[in-house]
């Protein structure tokens, strides 16, 4: 099986194992897959990095390993 990691400022929040078939190597070069969870994370004021990654201890053999990590950084208020 593979894990998809879920970070906050680089610290790992969570993560879930991969449903076949993508863990079971059976994916084309280029093909998309959708795979959806949502793991929880208490939300503090200020700029954070959220981070997700796709076979984080590396155990797919793959001929890009440079396109499993997606970012996005959000600004949290501060509650009022």
């Known amino acids: 099986t593979n894990a998809i990691a879920y970070y906050v400022d680089d610290v790992e929040v969570a993560r879930s194992t991969v449903p076949q078939p993508l863990s079971d190597g059976g994916m084309e070069p280029d093909e998309i897959q959708t795979y959806v969870m949502y793991p929880s ?38 509650a009022e």
């Open 41 to 78: 994370w208490t939300a503090t004021a200020g700029r954070h990095i959220v981070k997700v990654v796709l076979d984080p201890d590396h155990r797919l053999i793959e001929p890009d390993e440079t396109n499993n990590t997606w970012s996005v950084t959000l600004d949290v208020a501060p």
